[in-house]
């Protein structure tokens, strides 16, 4: 089976994550200024998660420019992928809400672990399938980014019971390490 | 006619559905974990709905990776299981807001029912296009999983009336006769 | 240009204007088969309104598949039809709501009437490129079905205000008349 | 990289933004052809939108069409200007029901400038990989029309907040310009 269809099902579901991410930006009712500073939390997490949502999107694309049979296993990592990412709006609209409140915090952190559980196990269920001496496999590696992603996740998660904001920087770090693209797969793809 | 746009407008009416029951799940006013308890049934629900459509994807993908030719027909049938797929959403809200009383969980029932007479009557539509000798209908044979399904529901809907539990089970365990996607369409197509 | 994107950007905007609509089905509060029936008028205007987007997609799909090449005037001539097509939402909840009452149903009426208008245009607009003597100008002919919509739709806009229910069975009527797909085009394809 | 999965991602992106915006357009719970009265400014500041989104993604397309490869670097800059296209939404419905009050239509100017800034960040993003002498440089030339629109919103902005109206009338300015699909790319290529 190719990968057509499934790129372009998990581009139809992550586009509509990242858009209806923004209507929880309530339009305010008057028309002042001063009426777009309560929504500042909620539009800060809403580029938190657009952020990652782009990031998943992005290493997605790289991941299966690189891949080039997929199974019915496969499908299925993907849908329990996408399932993770569903829940993001729910979570960036919580926290936002309540301006980085504890639970809510820990409760994002959470969805991002479990996200990114997910991500790993997509791309170990391809690796099984592609081989071992595949671009992929040489392209991931030891994946020393995605496990200290993990890490970085599960320290954030219960920082965030007590100290909110350590947790929201955790949660930036890890965008940041992965904003630039998954160059391991560009480096491979290239030196071929 | 080529496939192509049928599978691209059936992805991305699926992608949406999908997506917008998520909706659903509406964000808690306050930041205390108790808060989301009684979102419990309703994300039960979701999760329920969720496998449910990555059923019906996988396998609509599966069945249009062995279909070469469409008709007019067959686009009103692909249709007509979009309709009572876009009412996914509305029965799992219901059902899950309700905490799985009767006639919500007997709704949902016949919800699911419709669109698995609609996924058949697609299916016999490409085959009638397809000839009887066609990949496809070699892999759906009898199609006992596809009649059993509908038996199953036939059960469920009644049964969610007095004890709605049994059709919560019923309807879980038709999922996970499906959950493994349609191995018949894999294995007929490694064998040619 | 190619037709791809066209198609792919109008795919992802009808699939979603078919798939909101389903949200004007408010889920009722409490769980008893008698809180369905103040939805009926509202479930009877989607179901309307799905078999016309429906119509609306398989026909833009049987077009597009017979046209080659595609302009600028072409892709906004596409966007102009996308823009009525994307009020058919609120006028089918406003009708629905408010049952079928004679303001809505005419706004109805004149929304189809306007989309009508700019499907007729777009297919000008095509047939202006591909020539007098392409696929899709011998396929449409003197266009005497959308002609007789077009008609239709100038009765029962009218008609609405006073007898809403004609005007109801007028668009029924233009739906059924359109529900078999542009044979025409699937001809002309064949014979070629 | 090839083009294809940044179109299909960007067209998702864009058909949910353009067909959300819709929502905002809420359904009067009357059947009076005066309740429709004070939804004016809303539908007005809609089709002001709708126009300018169908402007991005055309020109978007006429961008892509003409280019080979993406970067990752590439893929970020489109995702910053669906960032902030994803933002229209938010200030077109603030704008429109506070009947384009100075704040909120300044607002949507700020916006309107950071996705043409996206734009244009993009636009360069690409050239620096496709090279100078390029068919989408020479396409560009010296932007003359990106820089206009872009001075154009600077004015526009301060200028909303004493006077909306002159904002209102830059910004329907700037969407006449564009509304002319890029005829520069479509000249190159049809140059060659």
């Known amino acids: 089976m190719s990968t057509t269809r499934l790129e372009a099902f998990s581009d139809g579901v992550i586009a509509i994550i990242i858009t209806i991410m923004v209507l929880e930006l309530r339009v305010p009712h008057d028309a002042e200024l001063a009426s777009l500073r309560p ?3 909620v539009a ?3 580029v938190l998660s657009f952020v990652y949502l782009g990031i998943y999107w992005n290493n997605h694309h790289h991941m299966l420019h690189v891949t080039k049979r997929v199974s019915g296993g ?3 990592a993907n849908l ?3 399932f993770w990412l569903s829940l993001v709006p729910f979570v960036t609209a919580w926290m936002g809400e309540n301006h980085f409140a504890p639970v809510p915090t ?3 952190g959470v969805v991002l672990l479990l ?5 790993t196990l997509l791309q170990h269920s391809i690796i099984s399938i592609e081989g071992r001496d595949s671009l992929l496999a040489a392209a991931v590696g030891r994946d020393r980014k995605g496990r200290l ?3 970085l996740y599960v320290i954030a998660i219960p920082a965030a019971l007590f100290w909110p904001w350590i947790a929201g920087a955790l949660y930036t770090g890890v965008a940041i390490l992965w904003l630039v693209p998954d160059r391991r797969i560009e480096r491979v793809v290239s030196s071929t």
Chains 1, 2, 3, 4 share one sequence.
Not at 115 to 119: G, L
């Open 39 to 41: 929504l500042l939390p």
């Open 74 to 76: 496969v499908l299925w």
């Open 149 to 151: 992603s993990l890490v």
């Open 115 to 119: 996200a990114a559980a997910a991500y």
């Open 44 to 46: 800060g997490s809403y």
């Open 80 to 82: 329990h992928l996408l």
């Open 106 to 108: 820990a409760a994002y």
